[in-house]
């Protein structure tokens, strides 16, 4: 299974929320990017957020957005294990 660029966008859009702090929001300027507008809409859409340009994480996507910063992180650490 690869990752496509939609997916990629939205965990792009879901990294931006701070998870430790449930009322801050975000909002996308209408001069953004038209796939990073698109990736927000979709995320409204599968219920992860409130409004279509931004807004709060619902409780759904406070935990889908927690998990991505995770894996995120996990990815980027400086130390790597090997087999």
Known sequence: MSVSSNLIEELNALVQFN???TQTGVKV???AKQDVIAA???LHEKGLITQ???GYL???GAEAA???QNLLT???SATSTTA
């Open 19 to 21: 998870v430790s702090n």
């Open 29 to 31: 300027h209408k001069t």
């Open 40 to 42: 927000f809409q979709r």
């Open 52 to 54: 279509e340009d931004g």
């Open 58 to 60: 619902t409780p759904l």
């Open 66 to 68: 927690e998990h991505a």
């Open 74 to 76: 996990i990815l980027t």
